[in-house]
C-alpha cells in the first residue's frame, strides 16, 4: 500500500489540501483511530492533524496486520513489524510518537533464531534439528518406545526444574527407532532452555579427522567446541572406522576433559558390551582390549543406559 507522501506527491495547491483534508476525515472515522483517541483521550484533531502521515502508516499497518499473509509476504515498510503510536511530553508540549514494534510472527522468529545459534551440528541431517516437534506424536508414533520416550522427557524436565548435571544418557536400539530424532528433540526443548548443544554424526565426523590432521586449528577448534558445549552428542556410536590417534587422542580427551564437568550423549545400536569390543579394534593395531575399556571408563559411569525399542520408522516411511 502506498505511504501518505506517495498519494500527496502528485498533487499542488488546492488539490493537495483538499485530498490532505478527505484522508484525514476518513482517518477520524476509522474504527482504529477511534479506538486510539479511547485510548489517548488527551489527543485532540489539531494534534492528530499535524501527525497525519504517522496516523495514515499506524492504520495501513495495522490493516496489513489485520490481513496477515504471512511473515515472508508481510506488506508493511518494515517487514514484521507494525507502527505503534504513543503520546509523551517534549519539552513541555505533548507529542504523539511513533516506534516500530515486532509482531507476535516475528517475536516467533527471533526466539527460534536464537534457539538455532545455541545448536551445533557436524555432518547430521538438518531436518532432524528443523522439523517441528510434537510430543504427542512422538510419543504416540510406536508404543514399543514409549519407555525409552519417557525417560528421555523426564530427563528434559529434570534439566529444565534443577539445571545440568554431569550425567548423560545412552540410547541405544536397533536400526531406525528414532534415536537421532529423540536425541535432537531433547537438544531442541534443552535449547529453547537456554542451553548450547553440540550433535555429530559418528561416521562423518571420524573421516573427516583425517584431513584436519593437515589442519591443526581447525582441529583445535571442533575439538573445544565438543569439550565446552553444555551437552554433547555423539550420533550412532560404533558405525565409525576407528584409527588409534582418533581413538585415544580425540574422542578419548573429549570424554576426559567432559566426564564430571558437562554431560555427555550418545546413540548407537550397540549396547556397552559390544560398544567395548568396537571401541577395542581398529584397523591399524587390531584389538586392544585395554583401550577399548580405557575409553568405556569415561562413558559407562555417567550416562544411564535407555533401551530403544521400536519398529524401523524408515522401512515403514519407505
Known sequence: MESLGQVLKQMKGPSFMKRSQAIFDELLSDPIVKELREEHPELDEAKLRTNLPRLYQYVNDRRNCGNCPGLEKCPNDFQGHYSKLETAALNGQLELVERKAPCSLQIAKQNEDQIRKRIRSFYVDERAL?????????????????PAVNQVFRYIREVKEHGLTPRGLYLFGSFGTGKTFLMSYMLHELAIAGYTGVIVYMPEFMEDLKSMIQDNQKLKDTVE????????????????????????????????????????????NYDFGGLEKHLSFTSKDGEEMH???????????FVDVVHLHGENQRRSQA
Open 130 to 146: 528443523q522439523e517441528g516437534y510434537n510430543e504427542v506424536e512422538i510419543m504416540g508414533k510406536d508404543r514399543h518406545r514409549a
Open 225 to 268: 567446541v565438543m569439550k565446552n558445549c553444555d551437552l554433547l552428542i555423539f550420533d550412532d556410536l560404533g558405525a565409525e572406522n576407528l584409527s588409534p590417534w582418533v581413538r585415544d587422542h580425540v574422542l578419548g580427551a573429549i570424554l576426559n576433559f567432559r566426564m564430571n564437568r558437562k554431560p555427555t550423549f550418545y546413540t548407537s
Open 291 to 301: 583401550k577399548g575399556q580405557r575409553l568405556m571408563d569415561r562413558i559407562s559411569p
